[in-house]
């Protein structure tokens, strides 16, 4: 019994080509795009986390809240975003503390 040997595929046309991949999102240029309005715009995301999840907590303790998973979900959304905000901020002080040690 032999194997026939796998040969090289040199025409991916006649495969029928290949399936198109997905644009890339492009970086925002000019003076409204960029890393500060990232910046901001994720901070007001976590602002608007808090203020929902202050809200169902004050219906949780007035005993408007029926389901109280929902603020159970907000409150821990909550927690791991600012928890991820601070460990980003922490790795920013960082690397600028690293970048005003170097040597010019």
């Known amino acids: 019994m032999s194997i026939a040997p796998i040969g090289s595929v040199t025409d991916v046309a006649a ?14 240029t000019g003076v409204d795009g960029g890393f500060g309005s990232m910046l901001t715009s994720g ?9 929902a999840s202050d809200r169902l907590a ?17 409150s821990t959304e909550t ?20 970048i005003m040690r170097m040597q010019v």
């Not at 495969?15 to 970086?27: C, D, M, Q, V």
């Not at 004050?58 to 907000?74: C, K, N, S």
């Open 15 to 28: 495969l029928g080509g290949l399936p198109a991949l997905p644009a890339l999102p492009t970086a925002p």
């Open 43 to 51: 901070l007001e995301r976590l602002e608007g986390m808090h203020d």
């Open 58 to 74: 004050v219906q949780a303790a007035t005993g408007d809240l029926t389901d109280i998973h929902d603020y159970m979900i907000a």
């Open 79 to 98: 927690s791991v975003a600012t928890e991820l905000t601070v460990a980003v901020r922490n790795k920013a002080v960082e690397a600028f503390t690293e």
